[in-house]
């Protein structure tokens, strides 16, 4: 028999935990045992206490450890545990509780259904809105649209409503005359449009979809005002507005998910309202009673309701729990806390303006795509890099990393594909908003030091292939290959199994080089290049072309440091003979040779940056401007070419034992350096055919 004294093994072995890899879980001993919670902190079965940032799930608006809800759920007991609503009967809190919903919602929705969840209550909308277009006489109207992301629950019909591929998955998922369109998530889909085109070129993907079904068979449209579950996403300003336009010109019914958005946590009492729209139904759920009480409500508004209650006959539905007087006596209650606290008015004023500024700090994290949030909800956003953009691949492990972490550290957040994600109880403080942003700040700086790891283990699995030959039958031309980096970096490409071309001014240097890399078994040829001369760039892929018959590699290594000191002391002809080589040779050597990198079923192309281009060496002038254009090509380049074969990505070698490094730093102990062979591992794995990386600068990282 299981340990009764072990909870988390007792859990394991009998409980069936959702959106749980429940087998991982038992191998991990079970799960986390939380004992017990006051205000905005939980403290497990060992003590260990935690700042919930995430209000439960969604739901604790007003706190844990509430005496007075714990009080009116007793005496409401003690009074009457239990009746149903079915046979025209009602009980106080259930009546009470309808009345004031109407008095709070939007204008026009004026009744109420209960359930015992926003998964039923959504469901309950999806049979309501078919028998509402039935009794119109109108039942081929039954396709609801959702959007991609949208959670609405976890039943059937909820599922098929929202857009979280994962769960259509299992149950043979959707069901007939259920369809989405694009979530308004701009960090995803259009990070560079305006607001305002985004917002309307989102709403109008509605639009489109009614013109493509026929708005004839199309019954609503449901929305969350914030998608929470999709990743907190925010819709531009306008969005809304125009959606409803839509639905009303299409006569399609408009219901907003209200189950995260209500009850304060936008500053309004329902999303709706901090939208400025007016839906035909509404779910509400969570912070109805801030989950002290399992209880949810629809909303219907009069157009429906009015059509139900003339010609509809008996409503044949309902749950045995529908209204629960228990559950709607501490909604009641659970509101009239929120009412008596000022807590709209505190998110609106006080602590979301807080949130959102203490977020904004974030954004000058590296791995810190966007910080955004909207009243006392928010998500920081996580990608590899932020120009151009790179993501993390495959998503979500980054995040989940982050999120262990800080819970590791004492304050619960959740990881939402690469998004953390939070939306604190309305009473948290400026000091726990505090703690949230710093414990999160050094969760990331931990992430930053693993991920260069990451990424080169990631690319170093790949490398390992075939033996350690990795880029068989790859040809690779390598510029400044005469000596230092270059050579070493041919002679390790070389090794993996590429044919190399060996570029530089001396052919003899050259030729030492290549010597050495044919008496290892590699194959090498060479050629004479001057990066300086544009006419010798531009004769270049014709001598490879004698050569070899394909490329598929290109290491742009070559340049000259130049006059360090200001930029006003300058001369412009040192000015000139930098930029030509670092940035404008490496410029022609891309557009030279980019047919034949095309023809390659998997071109390569490597940049060697330097932390110049970070401002690190900003005092190196010229080289310092040469080397940041560098990387802003780099970013042009693999932009152009994201749809193509073609990867484009940066090498920044660090500190190593070369000519240049010892010119400029006259006074350093070369012997203190690693030599250029040990950064060579990077070059292999960027070459490799199954990199995916694309945009990127990778620092070498050598223990």
Same mark, same amino acid.
């Given at each position: ?11 394991? !072995? ?9 087998? *991982? ?25 935690? #700042? ?6 969604? =739901? ?29 009967? %009602?009980?106080?809190? %259930? ?17 109420? *259904? ?61 069901? $007939? ?43 609503? #449209? ?24 839509? =639905? ?30 007016? $839906?035909?139904?509404?779910?509400? !759920? ?7 009480? &399992? ?70 994290? &590296? ?6 949030? =909207? ?55 400026? /000091? ?28 170093? /699995? ?53 010597? !050495? ?104 002038? !010229? ?12 970013? /042009?380049? /693999? ?26 730093? &006259? ?8 030599? $250029? ?13 199954? =990199? ?12």
């Amino acid at each position: 028999m299981t340990d009764e004294t072990d909870l988390g093994r007792l859990d394991a !072995a009998h409980h069936l935990h959702p959106f749980t890899d429940n087998r *991982i879980l038992k191998e991990a001993g079970g799960p986390l045992v939380i004992a017990a919670g006051k205000g905005c902190d939980l403290w497990d079965e060992n003590g260990h206490q935690y #700042f919930d940032a995430l209000a439960g799930l969604w =739901c604790v608006a007003v706190g844990y450890g509430r005496r007075e809800l714990a009080d009116v759920a007793h005496e409401q007991i003690e009074r009457l545990a239990y009746y149903n609503t079915f046979f025209r009967t %009602t009980t106080a809190p %259930t009546a009470r509780l309808a009345a004031k919903l109407a008095e709070l919602t939007p204008d026009g929705l004026n009744h109420a *259904i209960f359930t015992n969840s926003g998964s039923e209550a959504n469901d309950t909308i999806a049979r309501l809105t078919r028998h509402f277009w039935a009794l119109e006489g109108r039942p081929e109207k039954r396709v609801i649209i959702g959007r991609d992301l949208g959670y609405h629950g976890s039943t059937l019909a909820a599922i098929s409503m929202g857009g979280i591929t994962s769960m259509m998955e299992q149950g043979g998922l959707p069901l $007939p005359d259920f369809d989405r369109i694009e979530a308004p998530y701009k960090f995803l889909n259009a990070p560079g449009l305006p607001d305002k085109v985004y917002a309307r070129k989102a709403a109008r993907a509605l639009q489109k979809r009614i013109d493509e079904l026929g708005a004839d068979t199309v019954a609503a #449209f449901v929305a969350e005002p914030i998608q929470g579950a999709g990743g907190v996403i925010i819709p531009p300003d306008g969005y809304f507005s125009e959606i409803e336009k839509i =639905c009303r010109a299409n006569d399609v019914l408009l219901v907003a998910d209200e189950v995260i958005c209500g009850f304060g946590r936008l500053g309004t009492w329902t999303g709706s309202e901090y939208f400025g729209i007016k $839906p035909d139904m509404m779910a509400l !759920a969570k912070g109805l009673s801030s989950g002290y009480q &399992p209880i949810a409500a629809v909303m219907v508004g009069d157009r429906v309701a009015n059509v139900l209650l003339e010609r509809g006959r008996d409503l044949s539905h309902g749950f045995t729990y529908s209204g629960h007087p228990v559950a709607a006596a501490v909604a009641l209650a659970n509101i009239e806390i929120i009412e008596r606290e000022g807590l709209l008015a505190r998110v609106r004023d006080d602590i979301g303006p807080y949130l959102a500024e203490r977020l904004k700090t974030l954004e000058d994290h &590296p791995i810190v795509g966007e910080a955004r949030s =909207c009243g006392f909800i928010g998500a920081v956003e996580l990608v590899r890099q932020k120009k151009p953009r790179v993501a993390f691949h495959p998503p979500g492990i980054v995040a989940a990393v982050v999120r262990d972490q800080m819970q590791s550290a004492g304050v619960i957040v959740r990881s939402v594909g690469e998004a953390l994600v939070f939306a604190p109880p309305l009473i948290a403080t400026h /000091a726990q908003i505090d703690r949230l942003v710093t414990v999160m700040r050094a969760s990331l700086d931990e992430v930053v030091r693993k991920v260069n790891h990451t990424v080169q283990a990631e690319l170093a /699995a790949d490398a390992m292939l075939q033996n350690g030959r990795s880029l068989e039958g790859r040809v690779a031309l390598v510029t400044g290959a005469s000596r230092g980096l270059g050579a070493a970096v041919a002679g390790r490409l070389a090794r993996a199994g590429a044919k190399v071309v060996l570029a530089a001014r001396s052919l003899t240097d050259l030729d030492a080089v290549a010597n !050495a890399i044919r008496e290892t078994g590699g194959e090498a040829e060479t050629v004479a290049l001057d990066l300086s001369d544009p006419a010798s760039i531009e004769a270049l892929p014709g001598q490879v072309a004698d050569m070899v018959d394909r490329l598929d590699i290109l290491v742009a290594n070559a340049a000259i440091l130049g006059p360090i000191g200001p930029t006003a002391e300058q001369e412009t002809e040192a000015w000139g003979e930098t930029i030509a080589i670092d940035l404008n040779a490496n410029f022609r050597l891309l557009r030279a040779f980019h047919d034949m990198l095309s023809a390659s079923d998997a071109g390569r192309v490597i940049l060697v940056s330097s932390g110049a281009a970070r401002a690190e060496l900003a005092d190196w002038s !010229a080289y310092a401007a040469a080397k940041a254009g560098l990387e802003a090509l780099l970013r /042009a380049y /693999a932009a152009e070419t994201a749809n193509s074969p073609i990867r484009v990505n940066g090498v920044d070698p660090g500190a190593l034992r070369t000519g240049m490094r010892a010119s400029a730093f &006259p006074e350093e102990d070369p012997e203190t350096l690693p030599i $250029p062979e040990r950064a060579c591992e990077v070059f292999v794995q960027l070459s490799t055919p199954m =990199c995916k990386l694309t945009g990127a600068v990778v620092p070498v990282s050598i223990d």
